[in-house]
């Protein structure tokens, strides 16, 4: 049986799990992954004395292969891989230092021609965290934007689901194997992202997510990446690293902006003094790729065709920080019967949402 060069990335991708740097300094010295199968194991043991273990086991894993049966074992789990060679690889990953030797995806890639947006954040974030969250993922999406995150619990679930409620496409990278669904309660949004984006990792079928590949997994995320949206973060923070990461990688880096006393936001606010983007909504985002002002219209027109004028008057107060009938009456002179009316009917339309008793957020 003749083995195609994609078959052997497979074996040297999948037999490195969390070794970038011994990946490539392999592929340098040999040049190709098929001489690396051929290469005898001593020599490889006296070539990298450093790295006997990960050696030792790449060895073991080869005397165990069977490029066909393991060909047939993606087949099965519905699973593509490919490699840094594939005319397939996304162009934006091929600069990324230590960029993955190959890529496990089911669904779909991002396309290179359209524009993408990573949206990272806390997994305990905040109301006003899934809000910014499924407002930036919703709207860019509807802009064309690809929207790109880690499918983790908190601001990574609520941008993807943002997305899919914009209609658009959204790709989750794993810090696991594709068939491995992470958190398990996001399982129907694993579904969902495989039909309307796509599901990727560096890591072989089987991986269950481990602490070291997380890191690893957010260079892809940002690598992918035209800007980097950061909401919500704290002091440190793993979103931290993904934006520093996608400095390194001449990203333009955004963050929502949070109240200076909340924990959640001090990582953002450090951001932002330090000099990343403010981001206040997403057609500022959107200006930034470039895309005209046409979703800024619409919203504005939905506004003056839907709602009445004193529920535009509240509306207009309404934000992503939640607030009560009471700073309401204050801040549109409304009495307080009218306001908890006026409340009432926004979140019947659609326009509002009470996050916890009395305190409402804007839905756009």
């Not at 990298?48 to 490029?67: S, T, V, Y």
Request: proline share 5%.
């Amino acid at each position: 049986m003749r083995i195609s060069m994609e078959a052997y990335w497979h074996w040297l991708t999948s037999g490195l799990v969390g070794e970038p740097g011994l990946f490539w300094r392999l592929a340098e010295q040999y040049g190709t992954p098929e001489r690396i199968f051929m290469a005898k194991e001593e020599e490889l043991l006296m070539r990298f004395p450093k790295n006997q273990r990960a050696i030792g086991g790449l060895c073991r894993r080869r005397k165990e292969w069977d490029f066909e049966k393991e060909g047939e074992l993606l087949k099965r789990k519905g699973i593509t891989f490919i490699s840094c060679e594939n005319p397939l690889y996304p162009c934006r990953l091929k600069t990324v230092a230590h960029k993955p030797g190959g890529l496990y995806v089911r669904g779909e890639l991002p396309k290179d021609s359209d524009p993408s947006v990573a949206i990272v954040g806390a997994r305990a974030c905040s109301a006003y965290g899934r809000s910014a969250a499924m407002w930036f993922g919703r709207e860019l999406a509807k802009g064309g934007v690809q929207v790109i995150s880690g499918m983790a619990a908190g601001i990574d679930g609520c941008s993807h689901q943002g997305a899919l409620e914009g209609g658009g496409k959204t790709f989750g990278i794993l810090g696991g194997g594709v068939d491995v669904c992470y958190p398990e309660f996001h399982r129907e949004l694993y579904m969902r992202l495989e039909q309307q984006g796509g599901l990727l990792s560096e890591s072989p079928p089987g991986i269950r997510p481990m602490r070291h590949l997380f890191p690893l997994r957010n260079r892809i995320i940002s690598g992918l990446a035209d800007v980097v949206l950061i909401i919500e973060a704290k002091a440190k923070s793993g979103s931290l690293i993904t934006a520093d990461l996608a400095l390194e990688q001449g990203r333009d880096v955004y963050a929502v902006p949070g109240r200076l006393e909340d924990s959640l936001s001090t990582g953002c606010n450090n951001l932002i003094h330090q000099g990343a983007g403010i981001a206040l909504s997403p057609e500022q985002i959107l200006e930034e790729l470039g895309i005209n002002g046409k979703l800024k219209k619409q919203i504005k027109k939905h506004e003056k065709n839907d709602l009445e004028m004193a529920e535009n008057i509240v509306y207009s107060c309404l934000g992503l920080q939640a607030q009560g009938p009471e700073e309401l009456c204050i801040r549109t002179k409304l009495p307080l019967i009218e306001v908890l009316r006026i409340l009432t009917s926004l979140e019947l339309k659609g326009y509002a949402k009470e996050v916890y008793k009395n305190n409402f957020i804007r839905v756009l």
